[in-house]
């Protein structure tokens, strides 16, 4: 097995019933062999998996850790699962930032994804004072190592390498940046896992139609996990088809 190529939308708190004409322009261009994965907000999921009927896989953007219980506004694993989602992003920049997710609650929570049998979308990503400082290495293996649940697989897990500067400004690192990150973070997982060299590695930080053939191309680079340019079709149509 290598690493599955994949490129992987988030709608974050964006979208609504109408938008879901965007994956029907998506899917009328879409060409056989590719995974795509788009992760609505919530309460899109049900109505787009019916839309998609399995043309694309449709993902949640955060679980909770427990199966089920008193977490007022929060949404279990195995209800993503039964609303058609197959995937789910965790440990996204915005959700550590937001809502102060450690790596522990991140492992956590993907531990409840795994045993809702979802595949989880794991985001590490060093801030810009931490690039400055020269802690990039350093920050993205304690992340790892803290965010990722030793009940990973190359078949339940991909991870996203998504430096915070770099989320929705319209910054990218340069190629051979990237490929250093994906490398360790190839090295890293190979090391600690059976299959660990075959999980898919997304870059994900302001990838657009103009750039995504130039950083698909770098060493370790299987795939994006794409913000703002996953919302219409027009933009990430080409992202797709760049993959
Ligand atoms: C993201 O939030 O995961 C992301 C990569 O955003 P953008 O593509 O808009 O930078």
């Not at 879901?20 to 899109?44: F, Q, R, T, W, Y």
């Not at 787009?48 to 008193?70: E, L, N, T």
């Not at 660990?196 to 996990?225: C, H, Q, R």
Request: hydrophobic share 45%; charged share 20%.
């Amino acid at each position: 097995m290598t690493a599955r190529k994949l490129a992987a939308g988030n709608w974050k708190m964006n979208g609504d019933r109408a938008a879901l004409a965007e994956v029907d322009a998506l899917l009328h261009g879409l060409s056989e062999g590719c995974d795509v994965l788009i992760c609505p907000p919530a309460v899109l999921i049900a109505a787009m998996a019916d839309r998609v009927q399995g043309r694309i896989a449709v993902g949640g953007q955060d679980c909770h850790a427990k199966p089920s219980g008193a977490h007022t506004g929060d949404i279990a694993a195995a209800q993503l699962r039964d609303a058609g989602a197959s995937h789910v992003i965790l440990g996204h920049s915005e959700r550590r930032a937001d809502h102060r997710e450690t790596d522990a609650d991140v492992a956590a929570k993907a531990i409840a994804a795994h045993d809702a049998g979802l595949v989880t979308v794991i985001c590490v990503g060093e801030t810009d004072a931490q690039r400055d400082a020269g802690e990039t290495l350093n920050v993205i293996a304690t992340q790892l190592a803290g965010s990722v649940p030793d009940c990973a697989t190359a078949n339940n897990t991909v991870v996203a390498y998504e430096p915070v500067w770099a989320i929705g400004t319209g910054r990218t690192p340069t190629n051979d940046q990237i490929a250093e990150v994906h490398a360790m973070m190839r090295r890293t997982l190979a090391d600690r896992f059976d299959d660990g060299a075959d999980v898919s590695l997304l870059y994900g930080g302001s990838v657009k139609p103009g750039n995504a053939t130039e950083i698909f191309a770098i060493a370790d680079v299987d795939g994006a996990l794409v913000g703002g340019a996953s919302l219409k079709a027009a933009d990430f149509g080409p992202i797709v088809a760049a993959l």
